[in-house]
């Protein structure tokens, strides 16, 4: 199995008895009354475990957080959610799209350098989310489906823009 799939594996572990006198940073366990100090041990015997099987559970892939980057494709959903907020500095989506293909969705033509979509995507390669693309489809901006002059109209009007893309990947 490998790493981080989530999977259980096997393994085994050995153990066997120790000696060794503690150490003198460490606190001794009082010894009890009946027993004078001076006959106290001054080694400890380690617990003996026989060898058995035990399952462990292998980690999951590390959390995403500063300095966290992607490692590999990132698996594409059938479709996603994003919210992006316009700002006095970005007002643009820096996009291409058809909004006269034909059907309900309003199709992403290109990606540009510069823009809220541009910004979103390094955010999102940065932490495992996946990826506005050319080909992918916006099936809905603010609640308005279905009709793509509509939902691009909704664009140009609005500073936030919650959006449901359809990447058409199964």
């Not at 990826?131 to 279905?146: H, L």
Request: glycine fraction near 8%; hydrophobic fraction near 30%; proline fraction near 10%.
């Amino acid at each position: 199995c490998s790493e981080g799939d989530g999977q259980t594996e096997k393994i085994i572990l050995e153990t066997q008895t120790v000696h060794s006198t503690l150490p003198q940073y460490m606190p001794q366990e009082p010894a009890p009354q009946h027993v004078p100090q001076e006959s106290a041990p001054t080694a400890r015997e380690a617990p003996v475990v026989e060898d058995r099987e035990v399952e462990k559970k292998t980690p999951g892939p590390p959390a995403p957080g500063p300095g966290w980057i992607a490692q590999g494709p990132v698996p594409v959903p059938e479709e996603f959610r994003i919210t992006l907020t316009k700002t006095a500095e970005r007002t643009k989506l820096g996009m291409d799209v058809d909004k006269h293909a034909g059907g309900a969705n309003v199709k992403i033509l290109k990606i540009k350098e510069d823009g809220l979509v541009a910004d979103y995507n390094k955010m999102a390669l940065q932490s495992g989310q996946p990826e506005i693309k050319a080909r992918y489809e916006i099936m809905e901006i603010n609640g308005v489906t279905g009709h793509p002059k509509s939902m691009v109209d909704v664009i140009a009007e609005s500073d936030v823009l919650n959006l449901t893309i359809y990447t058409g990947k199964k």
